[in-house]
Antibody, heavy 121, light 109 residues
Framework: QVQLVQSGAEVKKPGASVKVTCQASGFSFTSHYMHWVRQAPGQGLQWMGV???????SYAQKFQGRITMARDTSTPSVYMELSSLTSEDTAVYYCARGFSVVVVPTAIDFWGLGTLVTVSS | DIQLTQSPSSLSASVGDRVTITCRASQSISTFLNWYQQKPGKAPSLLISAASGLHSGVPSRFSSSGSGTDFTLTISSLQPEDFATYYCQQSYTTPRVLTFGGGTKVEIK
């Protein structure tokens, strides 16, 4: 069955970087878009970016310049690294699978359990 | 960028009530809108997609309508397990850019 297993909770100091990993199984992620979505405490969902089946990525404007998404087909895993952290980056970070690329328009049909990232001095 | 505004931001309803949630887009997105449900402490889950309608396993009491800029999610007869937060998401500019609405929390009256 489809599984997205995310790395564990992180506590970071302001200014630091965090890397969250998501190991995929039960499907071929080279056929799907892979998204990252975050949710600050008590807040709504905020889309961060997408990794295309080709391996390239597109990011939300809000995070341009301090976010990197990548994948490793050997594991197979996707990664999201966010730098220059502030307290406003405290949130649960979700890895999520989009529909197969042959399905248009896309949606997110499977979510990881989330990784809590806390930014605190 | 396309903005999505949901209303109301929260509502109280009773079991058996008919509930309607609205999502308004800042520009026309044709019919390209998806709906998600999120329960406290859980990841969101897909309810309805523009591509294929009601997602697998989702009860038929959930339905959606709309096109252009105005959309609705309707729960025909609210059940105890439906108390949750609901999000719309536009797929007009996906996968390059994906936008969520602010959410509507459905609470027990």
């Amino acid at each position: 069955q489809v599984q997205l297993v995310q790395s564990g909770a992180e506590v970071k100091k302001p200014g630091a970087s965090v890397k969250v990993t998501c190991q995929a199984s039960g499907f071929s992620f080279t056929s799907h878009y892979m998204h990252w979505v975050r949710q600050a405490p008590g807040q709504g969902l905020q889309w961060m970016g997408v990794i295309y089946p080709s391996g390239s990525a597109s990011y939300a404007q809000k995070f341009q310049g301090r976010i990197t998404m990548a994948r490793d087909t050997s594991t197979p895993s996707v990664y999201m690294e966010l730098s220059s952290l502030t307290s406003e980056d405290t949130a649960v970070y979700y890895c999520a699978r989009g529909f197969s690329v042959v399905v248009v328009p896309t949606a997110i049909d499977f979510w990881g359990l989330g990784t809590l990232v806390t930014v605190s001095s | 960028d396309i903005q999505l505004t949901q209303s109301p931001s929260s509502l109280s309803a009773s079991v058996g009530d008919r509930v309607t949630i609205t999502c308004r887009a800042s520009q026309s997105i044709s019919t390209f809108l998806n709906w998600y449900q999120q329960k406290p402490g859980k990841a969101p889950s897909l309810l309805i997609s523009a591509a294929s309608g009601l997602h697998s396993g989702v009860p038929s009491r959930f339905s959606s309508s709309g096109s252009g800029t105005d959309f609705t999610l309707t729960i025909s007869s609210l059940q105890p397990e439906d108390f949750a937060t609901y999000y719309c998401q536009q797929s007009y500019t996906t996968p390059r850019v994906l936008t969520f609405g602010g959410g509507t929390k459905v609470e027990i009256k």
